[in-house]
């Protein structure tokens, strides 16, 4: 089932914190696309998880500001870098819950 930011939503969310949630779960669906599911899951039960999905959203803030400006091109490499880190992690934890979800 494709997602729709609509749907989601967890106990005691209010606006501000569902405000928050999206501004790096779309990022991450479209990072993602095969994984829609076991990201959701994650995001739900997993506050490591969810911890880096908010590293890896300011991190990709950072990255379209200096893209996007004229700023230290060693700076902008940094953050490239840490964005490539941050996405391994993510992948790190999706392919081990895929793996334990195909156990079960």
Known sequence: MPYHKDIITTPGDDAPNQSQKYRYLERLLETFP???AVVLRLIESDATFREICEE????NEAVE????GSFDADMRKEYLALQLELEGELLRHILEHRSKGSNR
Not at 56 to 59: D, L, N, Q, R, S
Not at 65 to 68: D, E, P, S, Y
């Open 34 to 36: 095969t994984d829609q």
């Open 56 to 59: 890896y959203a300011a991190c």
């Open 65 to 68: 500001r200096l893209v996007h």
